[in-house]
């Protein structure tokens, strides 16, 4: 090797682990750089259409007899069985109206897991004691770490049952609240008038519902 050779090599070895460096530098910074307003946007109106499910357009369903889906309430036994949203089942999160039983992870997971058995790929659609409740959004966050990913209906019980008319639009096919309402320890079905499955938020190619 020529006397000027060593000098030349450590020179160009020292010259690439910097440019290395400073690129791992580089794509760190990208990495660890904080999304713009208009990407935080973006992903919030992503994640609001993923999870949220729109109540008029449940209720419609239910008249148009759409099996898509399965409503959970999860609220305590003794107030699903004096009134809850026909059709749902109740897994509750609560043992009573005044405790939580949020704890009872093994269980829930599992009575979930079931009700997916038994329903294969269908929406699941959770709802709670009102639109301001964090249960349905804490079981929810529950189930997504055991690989349970559920929908979020936009009303809770309260808004559903006395606040009816606030969010629901009849349009020109007029609809009685009492359609929708059950009691007892079963789902209970709806026994109200039909509505077809064309047009509205049904229509196809309309990928964004009411």
């Given at each position: 090797m020529a006397q000027g050779s060593v000098p030349l090599l450590l020179g160009a070895a020292v010259v690439v682990v910097a440019l290395g460096f400073a690129g791992g530098v580089l794509w760190a910074t990208s990495k660890n750089t904080?999304?713009?307003?208009?990407?935080?946007?973006?992903?919030?109106?992503?994640?609001?259409?993923?999870v949220h499910k729109s109540a008029h357009s449940v209720r419609k369903a239910i008249m148009q007899g759409d099996d898509s889906f399965v409503l959970v309430d999860l609220r305590s036994p003794q107030e699903y069985e004096r009134e809850h949203i026909v059709g749902a089942?109740?897994?509750?999160?609560?043992?009573?109206?005044?405790?939580?039983?949020?704890?009872?992870?093994?269980?829930?997971?599992?009575?979930?897991?079931?009700?997916?058995?038994?329903?294969?790929?269908?929406?699941i659609i959770v709802y709670c004691y009102s639109a301001a409740c964090m249960t349905g959004r804490k079981i929810g966050a529950m189930l997504a770490q055991h690989g349970i990913f559920v929908k979020h209906l936009t009303v809770g019980w309260q808004e559903w049952?006395?606040?009816?008319?606030?969010w629901n639009h009849d349009g020109e096919t007029?609809?009685?609240?009492t359609w929708f309402v059950a009691s007892g320890k079963e789902p209970g079905r709806y026994e109200g008038p039909r509505l077809p499955m064309v047009g509205g938020c049904s229509a196809e190619g309309n990928d964004f519902g009411c």
């Open positions: 904080p999304p713009s307003d208009n990407e935080r946007i973006a992903e919030f109106y992503a994640t609001e259409v993923a089942v109740n897994i509750p999160a609560y043992r009573d109206p005044d405790t939580s039983a949020y704890g009872e992870v093994e269980r829930i997971v599992r009575e979930f897991r079931k009700l997916q058995a038994e329903h294969p790929g269908k929406d049952r006395y606040f009816w008319n606030l007029p609809v009685d609240l």
